[in-house]
């Protein structure tokens, strides 16, 4: 039986395979990935509890249980136009295409209000907060007064934070909600997914501890990738910038593309 999700997965590995050719001649084109609706149609029904990160290279999906606390939140990696936003992006609209309101809402923070302005008036969203506005410091200590009361709902907050440096001008009680949201958070399911610069990782080493579970998107810097990884010779270059992903699965490489957010066929 035909599988598109499996074919697009076997296309990005012939292209990684292909790479140090295509290196050599002019920048190809990203190629263009299934909608994350014909993917979802594609998929089937999934369980509950799970929030869709992406498709793995056998066409599978990705994915976050939400109701077990253990990977803690996600910190995703990725050098600038490497894709942080759009797969942040992608689980907020898979989130809100998967799940009742009752049972997933998102909220996101961003220096770019307008880069999310589309998804603003799903009915998951309970708000798009610039960082440099008192909204973001307001939406924060609302999540972090949930979190304390929360001791047996079954809804999940995704906190979705697109850029961690951001997070290092908010005053001094913020900080300390948003390290008491990492640390607790998942445990009273609110899940902060958050992404950051690679390049300017140095700038956010106080955070960096805070996340044991990282993903990965297209890193020049073999260097900065064996420093956020804490494995030497991890390179990840070779993943397609906008749309191929990697985290740690035990002893080897998950890799994984995220769908797109335009409509299906």
Same mark, same amino acid.
């Given at each position: ?112 209000p307008d880069e999310?302005?589309? *998804?603003? +008036?799903?009915? !998951? ?11 973001? #410091? %307001?939406? =924060?200590? $609302? *999540?972090? +007064?949930?979190? !304390? ?8 907050i995704l906190l979705? #934070? %697109?850029? =961690?440096? $951001? ?99």
């Open positions: 039986m035909n599988n598109p999700l499996r074919n697009f997965s076997m296309m990005l590995e012939a292209l990684a395979e292909l790479q140090p050719e295509i290196e050599a001649s002019l920048p190809q084109p990203k190629p263009a990935a299934p909608s994350l609706s014909d993917s979802l149609s594609e998929l089937g029904p999934l369980p509950r509890e799970a929030l869709l990160l992406g498709l793995a290279s056998d066409g599978l999906p990705v994915l976050l249980n939400l109701h077990d606390p253990h990977p803690g939140p996600l910190l995703v990696a990725a050098d600038p136009g490497a894709g942080k936003t759009d797969l942040l992006q992608m689980i907020a609209q898979a989130a809100t295409e998967m799940h009742e309101q009752g049972d997933v809402q998102f909220g996101a923070l961003t220096n770019y999310w302005e589309h *998804l603003a +008036g799903l009915e !998951h969203c309970v708000g798009i907060f610039p960082t440099y506005h008192d909204s973001a #410091i %307001d939406f =924060l200590s $609302s *999540l972090s +007064g949930w979190a !304390h009361a929360n001791k047996g709902s079954q809804q999940s979705l #934070i %697109d850029d =961690l440096e $951001s997070m290092e001008h908010i005053d001094f009680d913020a900080r300390q909600t948003l390290r008491y949201l990492l640390l607790r958070g998942p445990a009273r399911r609110v899940w902060p997914i958050v992404s950051m610069n690679a390049e300017r990782a140095l700038r956010v080493e106080s955070w960096l501890e805070a996340f044991r579970t990282r993903i990965f998107g297209n890193i020049q810097s073999d260097h900065t990738a064996d420093t956020l990884t804490g494995i030497q010779g991890s390179t990840l270059k070779h993943l397609q910038s906008g749309l191929q992903f990697a985290l740690r699965e035990g002893d080897e490489w998950l890799k994984f593309w995220i769908p797109d957010l335009s409509e299906g066929e």
